[in-house]
C-alpha cells in the first residue's frame, strides 16, 4: 500500500504546476464517481453524505479503503498490516482510478495536513481535518461541470462502493491499563452484518477476543457493485474502553470512508456474489424472521415465507406436505429445494414426484432462507413450478452449545452444536435426537441428525472449498386418515387411529446421506462448481380406504385391509457449476453475464404392494421397478443494468431429461387369464424443455422499486407414466407477475429499515396438472390449470428490538379442462371451471419478536425475549365439491439468556384449535356394512396445544 501512496506522491509533484482546467477535470471525474456511487446505493444513502459528525464511526473504529485489486485480493493476508496496490497491467481501470483518488486526496493532503489524533484512553474517534479551499474546489464541482462534455467523459467508471460502518462499538477491557487498539480482517454479508472475524497472529489473545466480541454488534452498509448489495471483507481497526462501554453510535445515513496514512487497503468486494439474485418483490430472504415465533424445525421456518403452508399429515417419517401460492405442492413436486445448492427433491419418487423431506435439517444451524416464488431465475430448474427454496447453513455462535428440551406428549429433544473458534461461521458440527410419544394414538417414533460442514481456503488466495456431510434415520408409527361422519358419530375420537389391526400397522421410516463438495473463486471473474452424491431410503405402511381393494392376480382375494406398503430406494450423483464474468459495458449500460450447467443422474429402485397385517403378507403386487433418470441442464443469466433507474436480468435455461425404465410387472396378466406374453414393460424416453425469464426493475424513487417479471417453467413426470419412444410431456408452466417494493431511505435500528413492503400480482399456467389419488396412495393427472392472484408482505421495525411482519396470499385456482372419464372412474372427481382441490384461497401469516436487556446480574447482562405467530388458513375447497373448515393457529413463546444459559417455554397451538392438518374427499370402507363408492370426507388431525421448555447451554 505504501508503494501506493509513493506513486501518488510522484504523481501529485508533477501537479503541482497544474491549471484550473486540471482542476476542473478532477472536479468533473470526482462529481461522475459520486453519482454514479450514490445511484447505486438506492435504498441506502442519497447520493452525496454529509460528513459524518463526530463519534459516527463509533470509539476508534477506522475503514479502510484503497484500489481493488485485478483478483479479488483486496484484504490483506491474515496477520498483516499492509496490502498490494492493484496490478496494473491485470486491471487498468481500477488502477486509474485508484491514481485518480490518489491524486486528488494527494492534493489535499499537501494543502494542509491531516492531523491524526493519537487514541486517549477512551479512545475517542480519530480527527479529520478540514480541507483547504483548493481542495474544496476540487471537491465541489461548478456548475459549469454539469451537462457538459469534458476530456475525460470516455474514463472508465467505477463498478464498486466499499462497505461503511453504520453502527459500532468499542471493546470493553476488564483491567486498568487499556490494550492497544486491534487491526482485524472482518467479512461483511449483503445486508451489512459481519459474518466471520477473520483470525489474525495474535488470535489467541484475550485482546482479539474481546475485539471479536465486539465486532459482531457492528453494522454497515454493505459493499455495492452495479448498486446491488454484495459481501465484501474489510480491516477496521477497533478501540478499547473500561469496562463500563458506552451506548454503541448510530448513523442515520452512511459516513463516508476514511482513508488513514499509515494503513492498507480494506474493501475487498466479493466479485461471486456481485449476481442479484433478487428477481423482484416475490423474491424474500428470511434470517431475523426464521425465529420470531417457536419453531418446531426446520418445516416451520419454512412456512413464514408468504403464502406458505406446510405440515406433516402423515407421520413423522415422511415428508411434509406444502401449499405455496395456489399450488399444493404435495411433498415437493411444485417446489424446488435445496441446502446450500443441493438439491433435495426426489425424482420420480414412488410417493410422489419430487418427494422431500426436511426432517434432517437442525434448527440451530440454519442460518437463513431464501425463497423465490414463481418463475423468475435462470438458476431454477426442475420443479420450480410454484417457486424455489435454499437453505443456508453456518453458526454464528463459536464454541460448543449444547440444547435439550422436554414437553407435552413426552417429547424429548437433545442437540449439540460444535463451532471452532476462529473458523468461519460455515464450519460446525451439529447433531440432534429426538423422541416422542405422540399426540393421540399410533404416533410415537424417534429420528436423528447429523450435520458437518468444513469451509476451508481463501476466496484472497484462490479457491474457497466446502464439504457437508449429512446423515439422517426416522420411524414413525402413523394414525392415518379418519372418516369425518365417524368422529362426529363418536365410533372414533378426533386424535385416535382406527381400532382395526391394518390401521394400527401404519408407519413410515427413512434413511438419507447426502455428501457435497464445492469450491468457489472470486475476483473480477469468478467460478463456482459442486459434486453432490445422495443416497436416499424410503418405506411406508399406509391405509386411506379400509377395505375395498382387491387383488388384481386373484380378484377373488379382498377384504385382508388396504394396507399399502411403498418402497423407494435412490442413489444420486449431481455436478454444478457456473462462471460470472467481470463486468462490462459502454456508455451508460454496465453489466455481467452467467454460465450455469448442471447434470444428476438417479438410480431409483421401486416397489408397492398391498401386505396384510401384522405379518405383513403380501396379497398383491402393484410397483416393480428399476429407473434410470438423467437430467443435463444449462442457462446463461444476465445483469444488466441502462442507468440508475432501469435494470434488466434474466436469460434462458434448457434441460434434457433421459429415462430408461424397466418395469418388471409390466403388461400385467392375471392368473386367471390365458397367458400369451409374460409380465414386463421396458421402455426410454426423452425431451427437452427451454424456458426463458426476464426480470425488468424501475426505481422511480430512491426507496421505491417497480419489478416485472416473465419466465417459463417445467416440471419433469413421474417415470413409469412414459411410453416407449414417448417425447417427454413436461408440465409445462407459465408465469406472469407485476409488483412494488417499498421502503424506507434510511435504516434506524442497525442495518435494516423501519419499513418495508412488498405486493405482486401473478398470473401461473400450467398444461397439465395433478391431484391426490387415495387408492394409490399418489397423484394423478387432472388436466390444465390457471392460476390468479396477489401476495403481499409488510416488515416493520417500530422500536429498538422489535420486529413484526405480516402476509397474506389470495389466490383464484381453477381446472381449465377435466379429466375424461374412464372405465375405472366414470365420474371424474373434477369438473371444468372447478376450484382446485386442497388450496386455501386465502392464506396470512403474521409473526412478532420483542427483545430487551432489562439488567446486570453478577456482570452478565440479562435479556428477556417473547414471540408471537398467527396463521390463518381459508375454507379448503375438496373433490366432489366438498370442503373443509378455515384455520386458526396462534404460537408463543417466552425467553431469557444470562450469560451462557438461553432458556425458553413455547406453546404451539396456544388456542388449543381443534382441525385437520390435511383433508380429502374419496370413498372407503371400514366397517362390516354395504360397501359404497359415495365419496366421503377424511382427516388427519393436527397437533393440539403442545408446550415445551428449552434450555441452552453455551460453553
Known amino acids: 500500500m505504501r508503494r501506493g501512496h509513493e506513486e501518488a506522491e510522484e504523481s501529485a509533484s508533477k501537479k503541482t504546476n497544474q491549471t484550473e482546467f486540471t482542476i476542473a477535470i478532477l ?23 454529509e460528513e459524518p459528525p463526530p463519534g459516527a464511526f463509533g470509539a476508534g473504529a477506522v475503514v479502510e ?45 499537501h494543502a494542509e495536513p491531516t492531523e491524526r489524533a493519537e487514541p486517549t484512553e477512551r479512545a475517542e474517534p480519530t480527527e479529520r481535518a478540514e480541507p483547504t479551499e483548493q481542495a474544496r474546489e476540487a471537491e465541489e464541482p461548478s456548475s459549469d461541470d454539469f451537462g457538459s462534455e469534458r476530456p475525460n467523459e470516455g474514463a472508465p467508471i467505477p463498478q464498486t462502493s466499499p462497505p461503511t460502518i453504520l453502527s459500532s462499538t468499542p471493546a470493553p477491557w476488564p483491567h486498568a491499563e487499556l490494550p492497544a487498539p486491534q487491526r482485524v480482517l472482518v467479512h461483511i454479508d449483503a445486508s451489512g452484518r459481519v459474518m466471520h472475524v477473520h483470525p489474525s497472529a495474535d488470535a489467541d489473545t484475550p485482546e482479539f477476543a474481546m475485539a471479536s466480541a465486539a465486532l459482531r454488534a457492528w453494522r454497515f452498509n454493505p459493499a ?65 424472521e426464521l425465529r420470531l415465533a417457536p419453531s418446531r424445525d426446520a418445516a416451520d421456518m419454512l412456512g413464514r415465507a408468504p403464502g406458505l403452508y406446510i405440515d406433516r399429515p402423515v407421520g413423522g417419517a415422511v415428508g411434509h406436505r406444502i401449499m405455496l401460492r395456489g399450488f399444493d405442492a404435495e411433498h415437493g413436486q411444485d417446489i424446488a429445494v435445496s441446502v ?48 424455489s427454496a435454499d437453505f443456508r447453513l453456518g453458526s454464528a455462535h463459536r464454541g460448543m452449545r449444547l440444547a435439550g428440551s422436554y414437553g407435552s406428549f413426552n417429547t424429548g429433544r437433545l442437540a449439540a452444536v460444535w463451532a471452532p473458534e476462529g473458523a468461519h461461521e460455515d464450519s460446525f458440527a451439529a447433531l440432534q435426537l429426538s423422541r416422542t410419544d405422540g399426540f393421540g394414538q399410533n404416533r410415537s417414533g424417534a429420528h436423528g441428525s447429523f450435520i458437518g460442514q468444513v469451509g476451508f481456503g481463501e476466496h484472497s488466495a484462490g479457491y474457497r472449498h466446502r464439504i457437508l456431510a449429512v446423515a439422517h434415520a426416522s420411524r414413525y408409527s402413523s394414525a392415518g386418515v379418519l372418516r369425518e361422519e365417524d368422529i362426529l358419530e363418536g365410533r372414533v375420537g378426533f386424535y385416535d387411529v382406527y381400532d382395526d389391526t391394518s390401521a394400527r400397522a401404519q408407519s413410515g421410516s427413512a434413511n ?30 399406509q391405509n386411506f380406504t379400509g377395505y375395498v381393494e382387491r387383488s388384481r392376480e386373484m380378484p377373488d382375494w379382498r377384504g385382508r385391509g388396504d394396507l399399502n406398503e411403498q418402497r423407494n430406494g435412490t442413489f444420486s450423483v449431481a455436478a454444478d457449476a457456473r462462471y460470472r464474468s467481470a463486468p462490462f459495458g459502454a456508455g451508460a449500460l454496465r453489466g455481467t453475464y452467467e454460465l450455469g450447467f448442471s447434470g444428476r443422474l438417479d438410480l431409483i429402485e421401486q416397489g408397492a404392494s398391498l401386505i396384510q397385517a401384522p405379518q405383513n403378507e403380501i396379497w398383491d403386487e402393484r410397483v416393480d421397478a428399476s429407473i434410470q433418470q438423467t437430467d443435463i441442464g444449462a442457462y446463461v443469466d444476465f445483469d444488466l443494468s441502462f442507468s440508475d433507474k432501469l435494470f434488466v436480468r434474466g436469460g434462458v435455461r434448457a434441460d434434457l431429461l433421459h429415462f430408461d425404465i424397466d418395469d418388471r410387472i409390466g403388461n400385467f396378466v392375471p392368473n386367471f387369464r390365458r397367458e400369451t406374453i409374460l409380465p414386463g414393460h421396458r421402455r426410454s424416453a426423452i425431451g427437452v424443455a427451454v424456458g426463458p425469464r426476464l426480470t425488468v426493475e424501475a426505481v422511480p424513487h430512491e426507496n421505491a422499486r417497480i419489478h416485472f417479471a416473465y419466465g417459463e417453467g417445467f416440471r419433469s413426470p413421474q417415470a413409469r407414466t412414459l411410453e416407449d419412444a414417448e417425447t417427454t410431456p413436461f408440465t409445462r408452466v407459465r408465469n406472469v407477475e407485476l409488483g412494488v417494493a417499498l421502503q424506507t431511505v434510511a435504516p434506524s435500528w442497525g442495518d435494516k429499515p423501519v419499513f418495508e413492503l412488498s405486493a405482486a400480482g401473478h398470473f401461473t399456467q400450467l398444461s397439465d396438472d ?55 372412474e366414470p365420474n371424474p372427481a373434477f369438473s371444468e371451471g372447478a376450484r382446485l382441490p386442497y388450496i386455501a384461497p386465502w392464506t396470512l401469516r403474521a409473526d412478532v419478536g420483542y427483545r430487551r436487556a432489562i439488567t446486570d446480574i453478577a456482570g452478565e447482562e440479562l435479556s428477556l425475549r417473547a414471540g408471537f405467530g398467527y396463521l390463518f388458513l381459508s375454507d379448503r375447497p375438496l373433490p366432489f365439491n366438498q370442503q373443509t373448515p378455515a384455520v386458526h393457529r396462534m404460537d408463543a ?28 374427499s374419496f370413498a372407503s370402507h371400514w366397517d362390516d356394512g354395504t360397501r359404497s363408492r359415495r365419496p366421503a370426507n377424511h382427516i388427519t388431525a393436527a397437533a393440539p396445544r403442545s408446550i415445551e421448555l428449552r434450555l441452552e447451554i453455551s460453553l
Not at 28 to 40: D, K, M, S
Not at 240 to 252: D, G, I
Not at 815 to 821: D, I, N, Q, T
Not at 895 to 911: I, M, P
Request: hydrophobic letters at 35%; one cysteine or more; aromatic letters at 6%.
Open 512 to 541: 438419507k446421506i447426502l455428501l457435497r463438495y464445492s469450491a468457489e473463486r472470486r475476483g473480477e471473474s469468478s467460478t463456482r462448481f459442486g459434486i453432490t452424491l445422495g443416497y436416499d431410503r424410503f418405506r411406508l405402511q
Open 770 to 824: 395433478v391431484a391426490f389419488e387415495a387408492a394409490e396412495a399418489s397423484v394423478t393427472r387432472i388436466g390444465p390449470t390457471r392460476r390468479i392472484g396477489l401476495t403481499s408482505r409488510l416488515t416493520v421495525r417500530p422500536l429498538e428490538g422489535l420486529l413484526g411482519t405480516l402476509s397474506f396470499t389470495y389466490v383464484d385456482a381453477t381446472l381449465l379442462e377435466p379429466p375424461p372419464a374412464s372405465a375405472e
Open 27 to 49: 472536479s468533473a471525474q470526482r462529481f461522475i464517481l459520486t453519482v454514479i456511487l450514490g445511484c447505486g446505493l438506492v435504498f441506502g444513502k442519497p447520493a452525496h453524505a
Open 224 to 288: 455495492r457493485v452495479l448498486g446491488t448489495a454484495v459481501e465484501s471483507r474489510v480491516h477496521v481497526e477497533v478501540h478499547f474502553v473500561h469496562s463500563e462501554a458506552p451506548e454503541p453510535t448510530r448513523s442515520q445515513t452512511a459516513p463516508d470512508v476514511t482513508p488513514e496514512d499509515d494503513f492498507g487497503a480494506g474493501a475487498a468486494v466479493d466479485l461471486e456474489e456481485a449476481r442479484n439474485e433478487s428477481r423482484g418483490p416475490s423474491d424474500f430472504e428470511l434470517d431475523e
Open 893 to 920: 413463546s417466552i425467553g431469557a439468556t444470562w450469560s451462557r444459559f438461553d432458556l425458553t417455554l413455547s406453546v404451539q397451538n396456544l388456542l388449543d384449535s381443534q382441525y385437520a392438518s390435511f383433508a380429502y
Open 65 to 109: 479503503e484503497a484500489p481493488r485489486e485485478a483478483e479479488g485480493d483486496a484484504a490483506a493476508d491474515e496477520g498483516e498490516s499492509e496490502t498490494e496496490p492493484a496490478d496494473t497491467e491485470a486491471a487498468p481501470e481500477a488502477a486509474d482510478r485508484s491514481r485518480g483518488a490518489s491524486d486528488e486526496a494527494e492534493e489535499t493532503e
Open 340 to 387: 446450500e445448492g443441493a438439491s433435495l427433491n426426489q425424482r420420480s419418487h414412488i410417493h410422489g414426484q419430487g418427494y422431500l423431506d426436511l426432517s434432517f435439517l437442525i434448527p440451530e444451524v440454519i442460518s437463513s432462507i431464501r425463497v423465490t416464488e414463481g418463475i423468475t431465475d435462470p438458476e431454477q430448474g426442475d420443479f420450480a413450478v410454484a417457486g
